[in-house]
């Protein structure tokens, strides 16, 4: 058996409550429920994301500062300290690497740790 919502008050209670805030609020929210809660929950939302905007614009200057336009005595000093590239001498450095002297080791097993033979 079921009760509802509906909070028992007296009399005095009931104008008590009818004339709090809370009571107030409750009568105008049935009356206009747009203008007394819809409203104001929108507006909040709109002026959140305007107030929240200006933290995510500090990120995309802090991204922009990163990427900044190159002048000519930059790319110049960058191309000053580059080291030569060959096509052949990279691929003999490449195979070189291949060479080194070295085994392949098996791993030391535990005690009692199987050898996994299939």
Same mark, same amino acid.
């Given at each position: 058996m079921s009760f509802g919502g509906k909070k028992f008050r007296s009399r005095r209670q009931q104008l008590a409550y009818e004339a709090s805030l809370a009571g #107030? &609020?409750?009568k105008v929210l049935s009356k206009h429920p747009f203008l007394s809660f819809g409203l104001p929950f929108c507006a909040a939302m709109v002026l959140g994301s305007i107030w929240? %905007? %200006?933290f995510t614009a500090v990120k995309y200057e802090r991204d922009d500062r990163k990427v900044q336009e190159i002048n000519e005595e930059d790319i110049l000093k960058m191309k000053k300290n580059q080291r030569e590239f060959d096509i052949k001498e990279e &691929? &003999? #450095?490449l195979q070189g690497l291949s060479e080194e002297d070295w085994e392949p080791v098996?791993?030391? #097993?535990l005690k009692d740790e199987s050898e996994n033979v299939w």
């Amino acid at each position: 058996m079921s009760f509802g919502g509906k909070k028992f008050r007296s009399r005095r209670q009931q104008l008590a409550y009818e004339a709090s805030l809370a009571g #107030r &609020y409750k009568k105008v929210l049935s009356k206009h429920p747009f203008l007394s809660f819809g409203l104001p929950f929108c507006a909040a939302m709109v002026l959140g994301s305007i107030w929240l %905007s %200006s933290f995510t614009a500090v990120k995309y200057e802090r991204d922009d500062r990163k990427v900044q336009e190159i002048n000519e005595e930059d790319i110049l000093k960058m191309k000053k300290n580059q080291r030569e590239f060959d096509i052949k001498e990279e &691929y &003999y #450095r490449l195979q070189g690497l291949s060479e080194e002297d070295w085994e392949p080791v098996r791993v030391a #097993r535990l005690k009692d740790e199987s050898e996994n033979v299939w």
